[in-house]
């Protein structure tokens, strides 16, 4: 399976952005995706994820109620809608996906990465 992240981009603070991720050689609802991001000179952290079907859904504090990780399995996309952006939500964001179909903010249980997608929120 290979996942490919697009949709980062520069935006304003206060603004919003839509994250994509399609796992090429795999079908959607075979896995738990998630989100996690790397800020600069810091290490990668969890951001959001959702099991295979979606009916499990888990963020990280920083961005619950800003966030939202959604999915459409006919499309085989997930998606990560990004509103009120924050400066600290600088980073490089990549996409990654786990056969155990549950969300997990453990990233060591993730076999596949998606190359990332830089997002720079400016002020």
């Known amino acids: 399976v290979q996942l490919q992240a697009y949709g980062g981009g520069l935006v304003q603070a206060g603004g919003s952005l839509r994250l994509s991720c399609t796992p090429s050689g795999g079908t959607l609802s075979n896995y738990a995706m998630g989100w996690f991001r790397q800020a600069p000179g810091k290490g990668r952290e969890f951001v959001a994820a959702r099991s295979y079907n979606g009916g499990i859904i888990t963020y990280a504090d920083s961005v619950k109620g800003r966030f939202t990780i959604s999915g459409d399995n006919p499309k085989n996309t997930v998606y990560l809608d990004m509103n009120t952006l924050k400066l600290e939500d600088t980073g490089v964001y990549y996409c990654?996906?786990?056969?155990?179909?549950?969300?997990?903010?453990?990233?060591?249980?993730?076999?596949?990465w998606g190359r990332g997608t830089l997002v720079t929120v400016s002020s």
């Open positions: 990654s996906a786990t056969t155990s179909r549950l969300p997990t903010m453990k990233e060591s249980w993730y076999e596949y």
